[in-house]
């Protein structure tokens, strides 16, 4: 891709990094479609770069400067967020750019030597409603702690109504990659933002009163006519309000028997008329997926084999990954497998017990090794209480 393919405005400009052979962010997320790290120049009387990349892609992001700049020299760097991703650049940006000052909220400015050596003299922090003029376009500094760093702030351009937003409303994959916004975006916001919903309700109350016709994130593609339906989704991510009414049946099998039950439960589930039934099998599926559609459904079903006097690993880490990303607001159903000592429900109801709002179903199943007649009633059973509470 071109970067010039990118289009913000006349003045404000894409330099950023698309890396197509990445295959884990942050060395647990899978990709299939790689990873943009963006970066913005703004053109005006003083010109301004917002962020820099990681570590993997700071030659081709100066490249890429250096071709937009047309022999004009960067005044200022606008660091938005300290995360490694986006600013392992700092320092080459800073020894190629000697006059170049550095833009960074309070916080950031204690934590900048963990990332870079650079003279303090250099660097200026920028406080809640701040400005930087750089001619006709003014930047107002908008602070965003947790969002999901302690340090991140996101900025407003008034002139041509960007909103750079650091790591909020970013996604997955490449600024170019053929696919929708919402899946990648609602499997990154879970598993990176997700903890720190009251922080992003508050990003959002702050944003609600700007003119935002643009944003640009540090990941993903710039937004411009979604910006409605992106602003909705992540409101209702935030308020861990359900996405969607229909149940996720998360399923943990050692040998096949559960995963079979687990099939069955779809069967029935659908065939009684649930508005959406999606399925996992947490041995083999990407577990960041897997969080994601347990907080995009109203209903959970956590179905897994007693295992060692507990639950089964895969299932544990399941329910270790939603207790960290603080899932809550949810109605749950539980199933177990047993051949000789049934433990798995027990376990799991102890996790959800630990999370807020929880509302574990009273009706529970448990299969002693293989699904038989009585099994399959009891789940009908169990289905008719879980679509009463979609």
Known sequence: MNIKDVIISDTIKYVGVNDYDIELFESQYMLEEGMAYNSYLILDEKVAVCDSVDKIAVDRWLDNLESELDGRTPDFLIVHHLEPDHSFGIQAFADKYENAKVIVSASALRMLPQFCDIDAARVEAVKENDTLSLGAHELTFIMAPMVHWPEVMVSYDSKDKVLFSADAFGKFGTIDADEGWSCEARRYYFNIVGKYGKQVQALLAKASKLDIETICPLHGPVLTETIPEVVKLYDTWSKY??????????????????????????????????????????????????????????????????????????????????????????????????????????????????????????????????????????????????????
């Not at 009585?374 to 879980?386: M, Q, V």
Request: proline residues 3%.
């Open 241 to 390: 309000e359900p996405e969607d009414r229909g149940v996720f049946i998360a399923c943990a099998s050692i040998h096949g028997n559960t995963l079979g039950a687990a099939e069955k439960m779809k069967e029935i589930l659908e065939a009684k008329g649930c508005p959406r039934v999606a399925m996992a099998d947490l041995c083999r599926e990407d577990m960041a997926e897997c969080v994601e559609d347990g907080f995009r459904h109203s209903v959970l079903l956590c179905m897994a084999s007693s295992y060692d006097a507990g639950v089964f690993a895969p299932m544990a880490d399941y329910l270790h990954h939603l207790k960290t990303k603080t899932f809550q607001n949810r109605t749950v159903a539980l199933v177990e497998n047993t051949s000789w000592a049934p433990s798995a429900i027990k376990t799991m109801k102890a996790e959800f017990e630990g999370m807020a709002n929880i509302n574990v179903l009273d009706k529970t199943v448990s299969i002693k090794t293989r699904l038989t007649e009585a099994n399959i009633k009891e789940l009908e059973e169990l289905a008719d209480e879980i679509i009463k509470n979609v």
